[in-house]
């Protein structure tokens, strides 16, 4: 085995650099993950992960954890309504959708952030997650690297993996590719189902599309019962900015909806009136399609540090397990002759898979931001109920 009596560091402590660390070990690889976060408590943001049969699903599998997936996911969550700037329904699937069947090529599980973590920390060996170590730098130093964290610890391994996701501190050491802006932002809030009953009545559990003008507001309901929302459009880059707004102050934040979201039923208002603060604009960035870098014999990267996209087809998190999964199958079998083949192998497979996503995100990106976005996307989502 390539990496036998070979120290690895997984920098990164999100879906890929767990579920990467569970399969390495699973080989008897010598493995750590150096996580940011203080410790395992920590809160995890965003929104929930559904999973894909062919990509999430089955690094799951190889990890040896869909039994314990099938008690964590929430049955039902990926059931969906696709309203129109009034919330009218157009599309809803809560009756005809079967709350598990897996195996079936459409079915996509919905699982929350913090389970899914939880579930892969409790898979691992005890101590293999460093807490409170976030990367600052790194030197070559005989065969591998010597990484230098803010607590003030050193550490060295010989080979170092990159989960460090979208502003990677360790893709710099590899490529001078940075993302490109897709023209795209989301304000992301969160509001408890108490503060937003006419919503919470109409999500039951599931997920909220909703399309008007050119804007969207995206909305799933999380394990909680909280409402996690998404106001996505287009706008400069620099918009955050030039806005001028408090995104700590409530009011402002809704007299902003209203201005802009002219044509939309005030129902939507308590999600912008009651949410939780800060609101937090998100900037939507991807990979260019074509990056390329040589391969290091000691160094690679996997899920958002190689190649962020758009989560309009929800393919993000999906691309970045099945990294891990290739990434172990290739530094684990007997197919290359040395590091450096085994990870150039990879990264060619893995650049040309993550752009198809990439592209497929940004497709879908432009019709869900269309003047024809709710006919678009109900054609999407009847072709696929009826395939």
């Known amino acids: 085995m390539l990496i036998e009596n070979k120290s690895i560091a997984i920098v990164g402590g999100g879906p890929a650099g767990l579920t990467l660390a569970r399969l390495l070990q699973l080989k008897g690889a010598a493995v750590k993950v150096y996580e940011r976060d203080f410790d395992k408590h920590a809160r995890v943001q965003g929104s929930p992960l559904d999973m894909h049969e062919d990509s999430g699903l089955a690094a799951i599998r190889k990890a ?31 009756e005809t959708k079967p709350e598990e069947d897996f195996g079936h090529e459409h079915f996509r599980p919905e699982i929350d952030r913090g389970p899914l973590r939880n579930m892969l920390l409790d898979s691992l060996q005890p101590e293999t997650v460093i807490w409170d170590s976030h990367f600052l730098t790194m030197e070559r130093q005989n065969e591998g690297w010597m990484l230098h964290f803010k607590n003030g610890t050193s550490a060295y391994s010989d080979l170092v993996i990159a989960a460090d996701g979208t502003n990677s501190k360790i893709r710099p050491y590899l490529t001078e590719i940075k993302p490109v802006y897709s023209g795209i932002i989301m304000v992301e809030g969160t509001v408890s189902k108490e503060n937003a009953p006419s919503i919470d009545a109409m999500v039951k559990g599931g997920k909220i599309m909703a399309f008007g003008n050119t804007q969207n507001i995206l909305l799933g309901q999380k394990g909680n019962g909280d409402l996690g929302f998404y106001a996505s459009f287009k706008a400069d880059e620099n918009w955050p900015v030039t806005s001028g707004l408090n995104f ?39 990979m260019p399609l ?6 290091q014999p000691n160094l690679t990267l996997i899920g958002d540090a190689a190649h962020v996209m758009p989560p309009f087809a929800g393919e993000g998190a999906n691309m970045a397990m099945l990294d891990a999964l290739e990434l172990s199958e290739h530094l684990t079998g007997t197919h290359f002759s040395s590091l450096q083949e085994a990870i150039s192998d990879y990264e060619q497979i893995m650049r040309k898979r993550a752009a198809i996503a990439t592209q497929e995100s940004l497709e879908n990106g432009e019709r869900m931001h269309s003047e024809k976005s709710l006919a678009t996307m109900l054609d999407f989502f009847n072709g696929h109920l009826t395939s």
């Open 248 to 286: 700590s102050d409530n009011t402002q934040i809704l007299n902003w909806f209203n201005t802009e979201y002219t044509e939309w039923s005030p129902v939507w208002e308590e999600l912008f009136k009651n949410a939780a603060t800060p609101f937090i604009p998100r900037l939507i960035y991807y």
């Open 64 to 94: 040896e954890l869909l039994d314990e997936f099938k008690k964590t996911f929430r049955p039902g969550a990926d059931r969906t309504l696709i309203v129109n700037e009034k919330a009218e329904i157009f599309f809803n699937d809560h």
């Open 290 to 295: 074509d990056q390329t870098w040589k391969a």
